[in-house]
């Protein structure tokens, strides 16, 4: 069974900076992609970042240049640093998987979320 648990999410000030982070009930390595997504009520799922196992990664259109994802393999995570933070960012955070096992059926993963709020 696969799990992924998001942490450090908060209260954060315009302008300010929250460093997220996706631990995964198995290695990291074995998916075949990982990221983030957000949701708010207005905008609904929206694509945060993912990185795939070449390294290849895409940033959603509202957050290029301001936030930067990343493995650590040390500590299994997959991390999001997120800077010069804008009320806008404020949505529910989810962590993202994406396995592709050969002869069987893609199988996608999401962990419970967790919560960031930028205001002053």
């Known amino acids: 069974q696969v799990q992924l648990v998001e942490s450090g999410g908060g209260l954060v000030q315009p302008g300010g900076s929250l460093r997220l982070s996706c631990a995964a009930s198995i290695s990291i390595f074995r998916f075949s992609l990982m990221g983030w997504y957000r949701q708010t009520p207005g905008k609904g799922r929206e694509l945060v970042a993912t990185?795939?196992?070449?390294?290849?990664?895409k940033y959603g259109n509202s957050v290029k240049g301001r936030f930067i994802i990343s493995r650590d393999s040390a500590k299994n995570t997959i991390d999001l640093q997120m800077n010069s933070l804008n009320p806008e960012d404020t949505a529910h955070y989810y962590c993202y998987a994406v396995q592709r096992p050969k002869g069987w059926d893609i199988e996608r993963y999401w962990g419970p979320g967790t919560q960031v709020t930028v205001s002053s």
């Open positions: 990185m795939d196992l070449d390294s290849t990664i």
